[in-house]
């Protein structure tokens, strides 16, 4: 089992920044491929971002690239969303999300069904 515990959203104004964290505990955080996606109102759950276990691949939204970023750090258990130049459009739920995967891959996952464990989200606002 691994808990997941997303933390650093809120209300910003138009381009402005924020960064997510998402701190894993309870199995080695390095075994595991991570995500981020995010809801917003009466919208479905939407890919984000997302990083390879060994965090030499990534992979993200087309509508984010180039303003958003992910990063891992296994030595602390925790996966980052830097968020620059936010739009009103980009407010959300943001979920965190970790896939095991057994063998060093440089893989990412796009698709929500093929992750194991959820964060409870956080929820980032930008208004205009």
């Known amino acids: 089992q691994v808990q997941l515990v997303e933390s650093g959203g809120g209300l910003v104004q138009a381009a402005g920044s924020l960064r997510l964290s998402c701190a894993a505990s309870?199995?080695?955080?390095?075994?595991?491929?991570m995500g981020w996606f995010r809801q917003a109102p009466g919208k479905e759950r939407e890919f984000v971002a997302a990083i390879s276990r060994s965090g030499g691949s990534t992979g993200y939204l087309d509508s984010v690239k180039g303003r958003f970023t992910i990063s891992r750090d296994n030595a602390k258990n925790t996966v980052y969303l830097q968020m620059n130049s936010l739009r009103p459009e980009d407010t959300a739920v943001y979920y965190c999300a970790a896939k095991l995967v057994r063998t060093y891959s440089t893989t990412y996952y796009i698709q929500a069904k093929m992750y194991d464990y959820w964060g409870q989200g956080t929820q980032v606002t930008v208004s205009s």
């Open positions: 309870g199995r080695t955080f390095s075994n595991y491929a």
